[in-house]
């Protein structure tokens, strides 16, 4: 099993639908985890960190995490055409020490 | 600006060959990292260093080499024992500072065998 799972897609939705991005992992001493948006040939960026469990709200973006799941989502409101991109989760157990990525799920949205 | 500088953006290599991917960061971060993007694989480390002089290998360190002789640099270099080197490669820095830890990429050298 790999530490860290993500649904590849491809995600295909409207514009203005609500988006649902999911990624589970299996090693409990992940604490801090990140979702990374990657445009084609382009590095990824970072859209949303969160340290251990909850939420964080950015605006049409909102980040869950449930350490007693083992589960994190990234939810996108309203979405629009330029979220068409690949969104990558990404986590780590302590500071410093090298992030674990999921595969990626690719978003199309269409106008 | 803040940031993380790579280079070239693209890179050529023949078989044989060594090449040296640049990596720059000016944000006074600790730790830096390689990551190797393939189509279909995600991101998989291929070396990381958490303070100047020390590194540790990744997942797939096999065929490449890094250096940290400076805070802010962390060059790579694929050697020709690499098989399958054509790949896009990320830099990332982060501080080691908990909980302020997120990580920042450049924006990836593409590096093709030719």
């Known amino acids: 099993q790999k530490e860290v799972e993500q649904d590849p897609g491809p995600l295909s939705v409207p514009e203005g639908a609500i988006v649902s991005l999911n990624c589970t992992y299996s090693?409990?001493?992940?604490?801090?985890f990140m979702w990374y948006r990657q445009y084609s040939r382009k590095g990824p960026e970072l859209l949303m960190y969160?340290?251990?469990?909850g939420n964080k709200e950015d605006g049409r973006f909102t980040a869950q995490v449930d350490k007693s799941s083992k589960y994190i989502s990234l939810f996108i409101r309203d979405s629009q055409p330029s979220d068409s991109a690949t969104y990558l989760c990404?986590?780590?157990?302590?500071?410093?020490?090298?992030?674990?990525f999921g595969k990626g799920t690719t978003l199309s949205v269409s106008s | 600006d803040g940031g993380i500088t790579q280079s070239p953006k693209y890179l050529f290599r023949k078989e044989g060959q060594n090449v040296t991917l640049s990596c720059e960061q000016n944000?006074?971060?600790?730790?830096m990292y390689w990551y190797r993007q393939d189509p279909g694989q995600g991101l998989r480390l291929i070396y990381y260093?958490?303070?100047?002089?020390?590194?540790q290998k990744g997942d797939i360190a096999e065929g490449y080499s890094v250096s940290r002789e400076k805070k802010e640099s962390f060059p790579l270099t694929v050697t020709s024992a690499q098989k399958n080197p054509t790949a896009f490669y990320l830099c990332?820095?982060?501080?080691?500072?908990?909980?302020?830890?997120?990580?920042?990429f450049g924006q990836g050298t593409r590096l093709t065998v030719v």
């Open positions: 990404a986590m780590r157990k302590q500071a410093g020490t090298a992030l674990i």
């Open positions: 944000l006074n971060h600790d730790a």
């Open positions: 969160t340290y251990s469990s």
């Open positions: 260093s958490q303070i100047v002089n020390d590194f």
């Open positions: 090693n409990s001493a992940f604490q801090y």
């Open positions: 990332a820095s982060s501080t080691g500072d908990s909980p302020n830890t997120e990580a920042f």
